[in-house]
Structure formats: structure tokens, C-alpha cells
């Protein structure tokens, strides 16, 4: 019998929104959309070094969903470096571990430990609404 589907837990948000091809004109590329869950399966796996069973862990999903969502963002990330397309994350279906934050200004990212509404690192008089990244 299937699980009910959970939603994949995600440690830590990408410092980017994503990432566009160098040499290209970004008007004329197309756009491969990665998800929250595919990028951190990547993060995992790749950036960490943690066995597929380790990252199914982290991320609570079983192996082998894990292991498809991970072929799925190789796949996308191998599709925009040959194609040259433009990489967008977002989307996908997770909860952070904790709430994150983002400035809008200087797109620092702030956790909802240090309890933030406002950004630290912007002057007093150039302060702009935090992006609240868990809605
Ligand atoms: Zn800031």
C-alpha cells in the first residue's frame, strides 16, 4: 500500500534564485525549471558526499524516490549545460526545517532563529521588507 505522500524536508534554501548560461543572451535561452527537492537531492549527494540512502534520510523520502528526483535533476542540470538554458529553482513540494527569510535587497538569507524583520547587513535607510520563503 502507498505512504501518504510527505512533504520533503529541506535544511537549507539555495543561496540562488538560479543560474543562466554565460555567453548567451538570457532573452534567448529557454528555461529548465528545478525544483527545491531536486536541488537539494544535488546538494546531498554531489556537494555533501552522502550516500543516496543518507540523503533519502535527510530529505524523508525513501530510497527510491530520492534516487528518482535526483536523476531528475541531473538530468535537468545536464539538459541546461548542453542546451545552454537558463536554470530557475522553484517550486516543488517541501517544508524547510526552519522558516526562512530573504532580504529583497541584498538577498541575504536569514533563518527565523535570529527571529529577523528586518535585514542586518542593509543600512537603516535602504531596509526593505523581508521575503518570507516558507509561504
Ligand atoms: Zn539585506
Redesign the pocket.
Known amino acids: 500500500m502507498p505512504r501518504p505522500k510527505k512533504k520533503r524536508k529541506i535544511n537549507h534554501p539555495p543561496k540562488m534564485l538560479g543560474f543562466k548560461p554565460f555567453g548567451i543572451r538570457l532573452c534567448d535561452t529557454e528555461q529548465v525549471i528545478m525544483q527545491y527537492e531536486e536541488y537539494e537531492t544535488v546538494k546531498l549527494v554531489v556537494y555533501d558526499n552522502l550516500s543516496q540512502e543518507e540523503a533519502a534520510e535527510r530529505i524523508e523520502v525513501s530510497r527510491p524516490t530520492l534516487t528518482r528526483i535526483y536523476n531528475s535533476a541531473l538530468k535537468k542540470i545536464g539538459q541546461a549545460f548542453v542546451e545552454g538554458k537558463s536554470i530557475i529553482i522553484k517550486g516543488g513540494d517541501f517544508e524547510f526545517e526552519k522558516n526562512w527569510y530573504k532580504?529583497?535587497?541584498?538577498?541575504?538569507l536569514i533563518d527565523s532563529i535570529d527571529h529577523p524583520t528586518?535585514?542586518?547587513?542593509?543600512p537603516d535607510d535602504k531596509?526593505?521588507e523581508l521575503e518570507n520563503l516558507n509561504a
Open positions: 532580504c529583497k535587497r541584498c538577498f541575504k528586518t535585514c542586518d547587513d542593509c531596509k526593505e
